[in-house]
Structures are given as structure tokens and as C-alpha cells.
């Protein structure tokens, strides 16, 4: 039973527009948010992430918006640019249970030149 | 420059073959964990350590130990490998600050033959 979810699994978008990451999730109880990005033989770097409390964070291009009463959350990157390109995921942080993440399963974007 | 470095980057075995696989971080973190990934499955969380000499199971601890001798290593080791423990394994560390983002490493390929 997954807990927190990407249903994209791919996304492609031109250069200069807008992407629009998507994940739900199912626990009430998380605390904390975060979105990783990740490229082909390399490990997950950490980009933004959220606390429950809030409903937006800001950081340069890219911006997370938190809607707690769907349990849903969605990255906006703007403008998207091609080094974009990558695998995003989804974690959420149950702070009181010993720092374990909950990860979604990824969504690959592509940003078209 | 802050870091977690995990070798070998690669690495191919046969069946029964004890190995280690060495996870190092030079942030003076607390919690380090590690995980693997496999397609369809995302990124599971097999041990962590939330300081030295503390650790503790994850979602798939079956077939592997570790152990936090000091702060800035955590070592997983396979005592006896099989072909369903090939897989994609990160290291990560955090400080153990609510929120905090976890630092992975660049992975280790591993194929169990």
C-alpha cells in the first residue's frame, strides 16, 4: 500500500514553459515534504521540500504548493530549462518515526529544447 | 566540499561471497541510512542509524548488517549474497534537525550472480 504516490511516471514539456509535478498522499501525519531530483548515476539530490504548516515554498525556479485537505502536493518549476531533465521524487517525512522517508516511485521529466 | 562517497561504484559477485559495501560522510551527521532501488519498487529503506553505535531495521533488512563503529561511516555488508539482492544501493546521511534533507551518494551497482 503505497503512501505517498507520483501517477505520472513521465512528463515532457518545451523549454521555457511550465512543469507541473504531481504527488498524493495518504497519511495525515507527515510533517515534512521534499522533492529529490535525480540523474542517471547519481544519487538523489535534495531540491525543496515543505512543512505541513505551509502551503507554499519558494526557491528560485522552483515552487512547491501543499493542499492539505486533498493530501496533495505538486513541484511548479518556471521556466523549465533542458538540464531540468531528470527524475523527480516525492518523500514525505514522518518526523516522530525516526527520520524514515516515504518515497513516491518518480516522475522522468523531459524538457524539449 | 560536503559529501557522501560510497564504494565501489560498481561491483560483481557470485552467490555466497561475502562483501561490504563502504559508505564515508564528512558533514558530522548523525543519521545515515541506507537504501536500494529497484524498478517498480522506488526506494527502499533497508538500515539507519540514528548515531554511533545505534542502528535499526528498515523496510528490507533481511540478508544485510551493518554497523556505526564511528559517526562518519556506516558500512552495509552482505554475509552471504544472492541474485535478488542485485540492485541499485544509496547511502544518505542527515542531521537529525526535523525537516532536514538527506545527502545520498552516488550509488553502488550491485550484481549478484
Known amino acids: 500500500d503505497q503512501q505517498v504516490k507520483q501517477n505520472s511516471p513521465s512528463l515532457s514539456v518545451q523549454e521555457g514553459r511550465i512543469s507541473i509535478l504531481n504527488c498524493d498522499y495518504t497519511n495525515s501525519m507527515f510533517d515534512y515534504f521534499l522533492w529529490y531530483k535525480k540523474y542517471p548515476a547519481e544519487g538523489p539530490t535534495f531540491l525543496i521540500s515543505?512543512?505541513?504548516i505551509k502551503d507554499k515554498n519558494e526557491d528560485g525556479r522552483f515552487t512547491v504548493f501543499l493542499n492539505k485537505s486533498a493530501k496533495h502536493l505538486s513541484l511548479h518549476i518556471v521556466p523549465s530549462q533542458p538540464g531540468d531533465s531528470a527524475v523527480y521524487f516525492c518523500a514525505a517525512d514522518n518526523a516522530g518515526n525516526n527520520r524514515k522517508l516515504i518515497w513516491g516511485l518518480g516522475t522522468s521529466l523531459a524538457v524539449n529544447p | 566540499e560536503a559529501q557522501v562517497t560510497q564504494n565501489p561504484r560498481y561491483l560483481i559477485t557470485v552467490t555466497g561471497k561475502k562483501l561490504t559495501v563502504t559508505c564515508s560522510q564528512n558533514?558530522?551527521?548523525?543519521?545515515m541510512s541506507w537504501y536500494r532501488q529497484d524498478p517498480g519498487l522506488g526506494l527502499r529503506q533497508i538500515y539507519y542509524?540514528?548515531?554511533?553505535?545505534?542502528?535499526d531495521k528498515g523496510d528490507v533488512p533481511e540478508g544485510y548488517k551493518v554497523s556505526r563503529k564511528e559517526k562518519r561511516n556506516f558500512p552495509l555488508i552482505l554475509e552471504s549474497p544472492s541474485p535478488n539482492q542485485t540492485s541499485l544501493y544509496f547511502c544518505?546521511?542527515?542531521?537529525?534537525?526535523?525537516?532536514?534533507?538527506?545527502?545520498f551518494g552516488n550509488g553502488t551497482r550491485l550484481t549478484v550472480t
Open positions: 515543505i512543512s505541513s
Open positions: 558533514m558530522n551527521h548523525e543519521y
Open positions: 544518505a546521511s542527515s542531521s537529525r534537525v526535523e525537516g532536514s534533507p538527506l545527502h
Open positions: 542509524s540514528m548515531n554511533v553505535e545505534v542502528t
